[in-house]
């Protein structure tokens, strides 16, 4: 398989990309396509308290922690990379993959490259499309539009709406469905995957005791997303032949 | 075979259907039987089911998502205890979108639970639309067509009216008089404690009545359960 590289971005906190990261995770995870992941809130990142068997917490502003990323992609076992970006940081992050020549090498075939923008719920946020699609030029871009609170994108506001994302024709988009808040908090405190809390186990596999409603939650959330993951092709993207020279 | 513990919903899609009477009906026989049940209103703004049974009956907000724990999580609960449900008419579409979303009958079947809804007839088309709808959505529920002749449907087209509800089996409520009707509905009621030892203030004459209400009641909730026991009975 062609390496992969997912980055998981934003450029606003509070948007809920490393949930977003770990839906990612799990459901790679339950796909059986093996996963690597790096978490840049270093020096203590949340990706890495929910994943940490396949999750290093680096810092992508450093050169050393960029090559143990990049410099791996043809020589690591795992061909799938996610990259849960500090919050704020996706335009930095991806001027470090232009610098580098990271974009440069996905534009000659080497590496697939897949960008899930998670948006807020602001102009500026949707100004951000049309200033980050460049850089996705030769790569997959995603719009993710978590539902978290209230939050509609414009939706209510058809001209509003059309305006950002009729514009972004190289972008598809990603809804992922609203969480109850508790169920989400339970699996907070459990510290878990995702799929680890809905099958009712600990993080080290011995039997939790969950409630059955928030797991049941839990698992319709995970449906959902999986159902979008599927229809973008996600497992297809992922596991895509390398170029033949 | 180990016997499945049952879970009875008492429902509807319209008020006035009986529901109540049967939840109520339903815990008087387990109780009668010497038997243990635990039940749920899912009314919180008036729980007339739970006020007749402390103790039994726990009052949850099936709109929140604590009244849905503290109620589901214990109705998968596989202890042999039947439970018993007065689903509000109010709350009845919420209530069966909630069993959908958590995957309850999924789990229900994993768990040794087998849920039973005893839905409630009335002339409207909507109530045949909602039980289509019910045995549409989860065809391997246990699916009873409740009619409560004291509440609906009433009138000279009632058997044609039950005759267009799924094919299922049927229970039948039976209409009752206006002065048994008061003695039984009396906040103090009890009827395993009438049906053991009739108290002092209760007419002969009412107490007649009641037996001649509730006992082909009882015997179709005794004869619905030793079909569900044969049905799951290793030896047939």
């Not at chain 1, 209230?150 to 994302?165: A, G, K, L, N």
């Not at chain 1, 809905?198 to 011995?206: E, I, L, P, S, Y």
């Not at chain 2, 039987?33 to 907000?61: E, N, Y």
Request: proline residues 5%; hydrophobic residues 40%; contains cysteine.
């Amino acid at each position: 398989m062609k390496p992969t590289v997912i980055l998981v971005g934003a450029d606003k906190g509070g948007v809920g990309k490393t949930t977003v990261a770990r839906a990612v995770a799990d459901y790679l995870i339950g796909k059986n396509i093996a996963l690597r992941a790096f978490d840049t809130e270093s020096p203590r990142g949340t990706l890495k308290r929910f994943h940490g068997d396949i999750t290093e917490t680096v810092d992508i502003g450093s050169t050393a922690d960029q090559m143990r990323i990049l410099d791996t992609l043809n020589t690591a076992q795992v061909t799938v990379s996610l990259v849960d970006t500090r919050a704020g940081s996706l335009a930095q992050t991806l001027r470090v993959l232009r610098d580098i020549g990271f974009l440069d090498a996905v534009h000659e075939g080497q590496f697939n490259f897949i960008l899930m923008h998670v948006l807020g719920a602001s102009i500026a946020s949707l100004e951000e499309i049309a200033e980050t699609a460049p850089f996705v030029a030769n790569g997959h871009y995603f719009l993710v539009k978590n539902y978290v609170n209230e939050t509609t994108f414009f939706e209510w506001d058809p001209e509003t709406y059309m305006s950002y994302f009729a514009k972004s024709r190289s972008a598809d988009e990603i809804s992922i469905p609203k969480l109850s808040e508790m169920a989400y908090e339970q699996v907070d405190i459990a510290g878990t995957p995702f799929s680890t809390f809905v099958a009712n186990k600990t993080a080290d596999g011995r039997p939790a005791a969950h409630s059955f409603v928030l797991r049941g939650y839990v698992r319709t959330w995970q449906r959902k997303i999986a159902d979008e993951f599927d229809r973008i092709g996600l497992i297809e993207l992922v596991t895509e032949p390398p170029n033949r020279s | 075979m180990e016997q499945s513990t049952k879970v009875y919903f008492c429902c509807s899609s319209n008020k006035r259907s009986g529901s109540t009477t049967t939840a109520r009906l339903l815990i008087d026989y387990l109780l009668s039987r010497g038997r243990g049940a635990v039940g749920f209103d899912t009314d919180p703004h008036d729980p007339d089911f739970a006020r007749r049974f402390p103790g039994a009956v726990k009052v949850v907000d099936t709109t929140k998502i604590h009244g849905q724990i503290d109620m589901f999580d214990r109705l998968l609960v596989h202890d042999e205890t039947p439970k018993v449900v007065d689903v509000h008419h109010r709350c009845y579409d919420s209530y069966f979108a909630t069993i959908g979303q958590i995957g309850f009958m999924e789990e229900a079947q994993r768990a040794m639970v087998q849920p039973v809804a005893l839905f409630h007839v009335d002339a409207g088309p909507d109530s045949l639309n909602a039980a289509n709808a019910l045995a549409k959505r989860w065809p391997n529920l246990r699916l009873v067509v409740v009619r409560n002749k004291g509440a609906a449907p009433r009138g000279p087209d009632a058997r044609d009216i039950l005759d267009r509800f799924p094919h299922a089996e049927r229970l039948l409520i039976g209409a009752v008089d206006w002065p048994t009707w008061k003695a039984f509905d009396a906040q103090d009621f009890s009827m395993p404690d009438v049906l053991k030892a009739p108290p002092a203030n209760l007419s002969m004459g009412a107490l007649i009545s009641l037996r001649a209400w509730v006992t082909p009641i009882f015997r179709q909730f005794q004869l619905f359960e030793m079909g569900l026991s044969l049905e799951n009975s290793q030896f047939l």
